[in-house]
Antibody, heavy 120, light 107 residues
Framework: EVQLVQSGAEVKKPGESLKISCKGS????????IGWVRQVPGKGLEWMGI????????RYRPSFQGQVTISADKSISTAYLQWSSLKASDTAMYYC?????????????WGQGTLVTVSS | EIVLTQSPGTLSLSPGERATLSCRAS???????LAWYQQKPGQAPRLLIY???SRATGIPDRFSGSGSGTDFTLTISRLEPEDFAVYYC????????FGQGTKVEIK
């Protein structure tokens, strides 16, 4: 069974850094892309970017380029999303999802989500 | 960027009824690269349909997708109690964008 398990909820202050994780199991982690999706409370969904753990090829949605960093450690089947300096506007639920391919860019399995709250 | 507009915003129906959800694109979606997801409160989205009409693994056949070009439809033939949720369409033919969602609520 394909599973993506994300790290727990975080409460941070503006300006702090953060790295959240997404661990895959039940499939070949290096053979599929992993994407990150943001959902602001009560709002819709937005893709942020994707990574191919096999070779760490990473693509960002333009609005997120330079705002976050996506990485992966294939030795432990884990993908990451990190911020160097959080803002209040980063408060959201963040999901990771397995993506079939760069052309079939939809999430067929999803993590449970990580709630990030940024507040002074 | 392709903008997806879903309608209606809220659909109030009873169990057993048929639900028809619309997703309209601002430009043609190439190769019918359109997916549908279901999201229940406090849960992650779940893939229902990809390629406009292919059901994802484990999805009951009461869910069906259709359409091409700029007009797509998700149909739930007979609503079960567990189908009341928010539904999102997403296109992946040109960059990737989601619709704003349709809430299917119990009447």
């Amino acid at each position: 069974e394909v599973q993506l398990v994300q790290s727990g909820a975080e409460v941070k202050k503006p300006g702090e850094s953060l790295k959240i994780s997404c661990k895959g199991s039940g499939y070949s982690f290096t053979s599929y892309w992993i994407g990150w999706v943001r959902q602001v409370p009560g709002k819709g969904l937005e893709w942020m970017g994707i990574i191919y753990p096999g070779d760490s090829d990473t693509r960002y949605r333009p609005s997120f380029q330079g705002q976050v960093t996506i990485s992966a450690d294939k030795s432990i089947s884990t993908a990451y999303l990190q911020w160097s300096s959080l803002k209040a506007s980063d408060t959201a639920m963040y999901y990771c999802a397995r993506i079939m391919s760069i052309f079939d860019y939809y999430g067929d399995s999803w993590g449970q989500g990580t709630l990030v709250t940024v507040s002074s | 960027e392709i903008v997806l507009t879903q309608s209606p915003g809220t659909l109030s129906l009873s169990p057993g009824e048929r639900a028809t959800l619309s997703c309209r694109a601002s430009q043609s979606v190439s190769s019918s690269y359109l997916a549908w997801y279901q999201q229940k409160p406090g849960q992650a989205p779940r893939l229902l349909i990809y390629g406009a009409s292919s059901r994802a693994t484990g999805i009951p056949d009461r869910f069906s997708g259709s359409g091409s070009g700029t007009d797509f439809t998700l149909t739930i033939s007979r609503l079960e109690p567990e189908d009341f949720a928010v539904y999102y369409c997403q296109q992946y033919g040109s960059s990737q964008t989601f619709g704003q969602g349709t809430k299917v609520e119990i009447k």
